[in-house]
């Protein structure tokens, strides 16, 4: 079966060592042939980018941006939790954030990861009779070839025809909410930070619009760098990421997949009173107070976020378990869960975005810490009620429900939404819902009308708000893996 993966990010990385860990191996010296001479098939790559296997979050950048994740949960090998720690191994001991006892290394070195597990499961895809090719283009269209599909690229004018297709085309880039593209000491992508930031004058004042993961890593970064200015995050709702806690040993025992498929299979469907009851079995086997959890949950946005900070950093080693299965299961049962919901359900809880997504992802202890020590020294300020940005005698003034400020710089980190067309697949993904291989879903992404396509990563239709983690990710992979194999 020739296969083409678009895009050659972590998405296909989890991919390409799925495929080649679930045949099984037979060496051989000859490139592209098994140990009995056979082929099996091409595997090509196609990444118009710099940043091959690496994508749009793992490039060269400041040691300053972490992961934001603890190496069980950073494997891109589905069933194996350790993958990630074993490769890293010694070397987690010079990236230990001591609060949270765990290693969180540059994202470019975790990048390092990715890219090594790409080249040992090309090799051993060649070893197993494979023919792996990477084309550094972009696709612009998948076209009906009769039994095949047919693949144009930027570059060239040559027609590729393979068999199955993946599309592995990440997310979306940030928008420009406030319409500042264009002027100087607007920056509406800051990745990465090492070249963004580098434009921005110690002692210039800085507002971040955003106050998720993104605009952590801007002021962590700018932290790093020496900055000497005032930082302001700016957001609508004020509302920081939580704070990671310590992992524990202990696994979710309710909220769990199976639980969930056993309730959808007795009842007929599923509702979000049933994921609070088996939360709230899983937080009584601790003996902890759901409602107690609850209500802290629902005070998000509505008290302090500077006393929440300095609350959470305290509990980072708290037992209580709460905060750490929702965290989990957001991005192990969610997915599977959002698509049983009824529509009435998931629009109570994207009533809760910004508390969700929080919880689900949140900011590594050692940048909490260096918040917390920036908002502690006045440097940094919260404002939240953003309203207007404009310019204002070549600087920015912002407008906020109760103040008003001037800025020198703005740093863009709003997200793009979940499911967004990222614009370089653009053309292609039109071409394929043209073709009528795959669907535009109601709420984003596309749907495989085909069975000859797939897609793996933010672009999955019918997802939920929360962006692809790397476990996310891993887990898609492996399932298509499968299915690629099974045709
Ligand atoms: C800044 C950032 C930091 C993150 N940090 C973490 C983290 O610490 N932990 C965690 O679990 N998750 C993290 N995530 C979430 C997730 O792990 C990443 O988004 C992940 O890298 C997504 O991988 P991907 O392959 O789906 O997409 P990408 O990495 O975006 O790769 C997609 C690739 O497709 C290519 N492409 C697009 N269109 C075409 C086309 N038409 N033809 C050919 N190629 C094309 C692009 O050039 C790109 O390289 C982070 C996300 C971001 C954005």
Known sequence: MDIAIIGGGAAAVGLLDALATSA????SSVPGKDAAGRTGGTVTIFEPSPWLWRGRAYGPDLDAVLVNAPPAIMSIRADDFGHYAAWLGERGADHLDRLFDRPLVPRALYGEYLANTAEKAVAALGEQGRQVEVVADRVTEV??????????????????????????????????????????????????????????????????????????????SLAARGHAGRITLLSRSGVLPHVWQR?????????????????????????????????????????????????????TGHDDPVDRLRRQIAAVDDPRIGRRVLQVTAHTVGPYAWRLLPEADRARIRGHLRTATSVASPMVPVNAVQLMALLDSGQLTLAAGLDTIEMRDGRFRVRTRDSELIADVVVNAVNPSPQAV??????????????????????????????????????????????????????????????????
């Open 143 to 220: 076209a009906r070839a009769g039994a095949r599909l047919a693949l144009r690229t930027e570059g060239d004018a040559q027609v590729r025809e393979v068999g199955q297709v993946a599309l592995c085309v990440g997310g979306g880039t940030p928008p420009d909410l406030y319409g500042l593209a264009g002027h100087p000491g607007f920056t509406v992508d800051p990745y990465p930070l090492a070249d963004t930031l580098e434009r921005v004058a110690a002692d210039a004042d800085v507002a971040v619009i955003g106050s998720g993961l993104t605009a952590v890593d801007v002021v962590v």
């Open 247 to 299: 992992p524990v040993e202990r696994r979710p025992r309710h909220v769990t997949i199976e639980r969930v498929a056993e309730l959808h299979q007795a009842q007929g469907g599923l509702a979000l009173t049933d994921l609070v009851g088996l939360l709230r079995a899983e937080l009584a086997e601790t003996g902890e107070d759901f409602d107690d959890f609850a209500a802290e949950l629902r005070s």
């Open 422 to 487: 990222p614009a370089a697949a653009q053309g292609l993904v039109q071409s394929v819902v043209d073709a009528g291989l795959a669907t535009m879903h109601p709420f984003g992404g596309v749907t495989p009308a085909d069975p000859r396509v797939h897609v793996v990563g933010d672009l999955v239709g019918g997802g939920s708000f929360i962006t692809s983690s790397i476990p996310g990710l891993a887990a898609q992979a492996s399932r298509t893996a499968r299915a690629l194999s099974a045709a």
């Open 24 to 27: 099984p191996a037979t060496a």
